[in-house]
């Protein structure tokens, strides 16, 4: 079950444009910074919110449809 659960949430991560998708890793898996983000993707940082609110609220909709 939980193998099915990364699955669900590795494409769920693929339906995201790279930028949101990188920030997203870049922020939850590596613990980067907004600025470190954003000087890493040459975006701004109020981008970097944007990305991670998008890709958070992406993610939440995956949730709500396996309930």
Not at 4 to 27: G, I, K, M, V, Y
Not at 30 to 42: E, F, H, M, S, V
Request: include cysteine.
């Amino acid at each position: 079950m939980a193998r099915q659960h990364l699955e669900q949430l590795n494409a769920t991560l693929n339906e995201l444009s790279p930028d949101c998708r990188a920030a997203f890793l870049l922020h939850g898996m590596d613990g980067l910074t907004y600025g470190q983000i954003a000087c890493q993707l040459g975006i701004s940082e109020s981008m970097v919110y944007k990305h991670l609110t998008k890709a958070l609220n992406h993610c939440a909709k995956l949730l709500d449809d396996s309930d």
